[in-house]
């Protein structure tokens, strides 16, 4: 009696807990869903989660809400991720410094992006953009060269930060040309901004959607955009890479939705489907596009973030970037 008992119970088990696994995994998601920034309310990281979270809140039938967890270069914001239960409430909308230069640049980085984040779907990127006052006689990135090869060690430009990926593009243009300016890190895109138009410094490596406004009220001629082409948004300026000597040169910031490693596949392949359709929806797009962002939701996000990393490592050694 007791043997038959066993095995009903054995079957019964069979079948009942695929079923709850089943409903488990049919369930998601069941409650809200945090999407991390690791930056302030109003950059373009933040930008770009605001935009994309009330579409996917839609598709997902959950509210999505954004926590700003600023400070050290997005890695506060990342490493509350990877610290978070991997199964699929707590994600990351991440940009190429704490997803992909930080941990080159920071031994002590507690996290690192490609062992400890699934890439879940990449919304797109935006190039950056060499820049100048108005007021200098440089006008191209032909002149430009030309004036750093000139004056070696005289000009700086300005960066949002060392190992910023405004920075890292500065390094590629003076590792590219063989040429040299000094570097001035600053805090963010505003005092950037009033030095450069001040005087203070002569030229810039700003978000394209941060200079735009100066560039199109003729207080910044646009040297050249980092991206290996013309932007959409700004058809009217150069690729730097145009110029012979920066040949190659193509660097831009990636945004992307990133998972803790271990999330199931279930959970990941829904959040995939749903985030792929959320940027192909046209107005979002339009809005995105607006923001100066590369749509490219086809792209396989984890093989361009790791061949990005691959791209920064020299950059980052030629800079001598290191934090011990």
Excluded: W
């Amino acid at each position: 009696m007791f043997t038959r008992l066993r095995r009903v119970l054995r079957v019964a088990l069979v079948v009942v807990v695929p079923s709850i696994a089943s409903a488990q995994n049919g369930a998601y998601p069941d409650k809200p869903i945090t999407l991390v920034v690791g930056y302030q309310p109003g950059g373009s990281v933040d930008l770009v989660a605001r935009t994309i979270a009330p579409a996917l809140s839609r598709r997902l039938g959950q509210t999505i809400v954004i926590e700003n967890a600023a400070g050290a270069g997005g890695t506060i914001g990342a490493g509350k991720v990877v610290a978070a239960p991997a199964d699929g409430y707590t994600l990351l909308l991440g940009s190429t410094s704490e997803i992909g230069i930080n941990h080159l640049t920071n031994k002590k980085l507690r996290y690192n992006p490609t062992r400890d984040l699934l890439p879940i779907g990449l919304v797109g990127s935006q190039p950056m953009v060499l820049v100048t006052r108005s007021a200098n006689p440089v006008s191209n990135s032909g002149e430009f060269i030309a004036y750093l090869s000139q004056n070696p060690g005289k000009a700086m430009y300005a960066s949002a930060g060392v190992g910023t990926p405004l920075h890292l593009a500065g390094e590629m243009v003076k590792k590219k040309a063989n040429v040299f300016m000094v570097h001035i890190p600053y805090r963010g895109a505003a005092s950037m901004t009033t030095d450069l138009l001040g005087g203070q410094v002569e030229f810039g490596v700003f978000m394209l959607s941060s200079a735009l406004p100066y560039i199109k009220d003729g207080r910044m001629k646009a040297l050249g955009v980092t991206s290996g082409e013309r932007s959409a948004t700004a058809p009217n300026i150069p690729a730097l890479g145009e110029l012979p000597k920066l040949k190659g040169l193509d660097i831009s910031v990636l945004f992307g939705v990133l998972a803790p490693a271990g999330t199931p596949a279930a959970i990941v392949g829904r959040l995939r489907t749903e985030l792929k359709a959320v940027v192909k929806d046209p107005e979002l797009r339009r809005k995105l596009q607006e923001a100066g962002l590369v749509l490219n939701e086809d792209a396989d996000f984890a093989k361009l973030l790791n061949s990005e990393i691959e791209k920064f490592k020299p950059i980052v050694a030629f800079a001598k970037i290191t934090d011990d």
